[in-house]
């Protein structure tokens, strides 16, 4: 999918931010994916049950999606899938060596007028920016 759908995007952004304030209003978390996927692989984590229930309506949207829209997901020509699986968990690691991810930072850390935050998601955007004119540029992966 390379289009920009700006209805999809924004009926994806009012979910992901109805979830973090639910997720706020009931449990007192903040949203933050790798912070909740980090604490599942912490041996002293007790509060492990709302973590998983996270993830797996996490997972259940991504099907939800896939059932409505299965175009969605298809792999375009010249991405390796295992290419995209590391690519992943190489975020993954980085978000949580920097202690937090987009949706810690931009979403709840800027809704919560975090200066932190705000620093932290700037230097995400200039890094996927730079990322991408590299790779794209100077590797002429995309």
């Known amino acids: 999918m390379t289009e920009f759908t700006p209805i999809s995007a924004l009926i994806g952004g009012a979910f992901i931010g109805l979830a973090a304030v639910l997720l ?11 912070g909740i996927a980090g604490g ?11 973590r998983w229930l996270f993830i797996i309506g996490l997972l ?3 099907v939800l999606h896939e059932l409505i829209r299965p175009e969605s997901f298809a792999l375009r020509e010249g991405y390796p899938p295992l290419l995209l699986v590391a690519a992943g968990l190489i975020v993954g690691i980085g978000t949580r060596m920097g202690s937090g991810c987009t949706s810690g930072h931009g979403v709840c850390g800027i809704s919560r007028f975090s200066a932190r935050s705000l620093v932290a998601t700037i230097a995400f955007m200039i890094t996927a920016a730079i990322t991408v004119a590299v790779v794209r540029h100077g590797f002429g992966v995309l």
């Not at 209003?25 to 933050?32: D, E, K, P, T, V």
């Open 24 to 34: 706020m209003a009931l449990n007192g978390r903040i949203a933050g994916i790798s």
């Open 40 to 50: 599942l692989l912490e041996s002293s984590s007790g509060d492990r049950s709302w």
């Open 60 to 62: 259940a949207g991504v």
